[in-house]
């Protein structure tokens, strides 16, 4: 897995305009606390979380309010159509969790075999 990037000061936003469950990128009120994928590096977002129509999204890259969709329906979720002002919010996804877990464990097990 390719490494995601992450900011720990991301300030959630709203959509400025409603979302179809095809399209390949949005925008929103405020984007500049959010991570730009401008190091090659993807971001996940989660767009009306805590609603039946969350989803969450694999992000390319963001200039300035509009984020560029790499993967809809990301990490288990669906596709979905969001409406405006939905909520838009940075957020650290399962399969990177599982992916540090794997590679900690291996790693703790190659030092207990002494390899």
């Known amino acids: ?5 992450f900011l720990g000061s991301v300030v959630a936003t709203t959509l ?3 979302v179809s469950n095809v399209a390949t990128s949005f925008s929103v009120v405020d984007g500049s606390t959010f991570p730009t994928g401008s190091s090659g590096n993807m971001f996940v977002v989660v767009l009306s979380r805590g ?3 969350e989803e969450k999204m694999l992000i390319s890259s963001r200039s ?4 560029n969709i790499y ?3 990301y990490d288990g979720t669906t596709a979905q159509n969001h409406t405006a002002p939905s909520s838009v919010d940075h957020v ?3 399969l990177t969790i599982q992916d540090m877990n794997r ?3 291996d790693n703790e097990i190659s030092i207990w075999m002494a390899v």
């Not at 897995?1 to 990037?5: S, Y």
């Open 16 to 18: 400025t305009a409603n």
């Open 92 to 94: 650290l996804d399962a």
């Open 64 to 67: 300035t309010n509009t984020f």
């Open 103 to 105: 590679s900690t464990y």
């Open 1 to 5: 897995m390719l490494r995601r990037e």
């Open 71 to 73: 993967q809809r329906g």
């Open 51 to 53: 609603t039946p129509v």
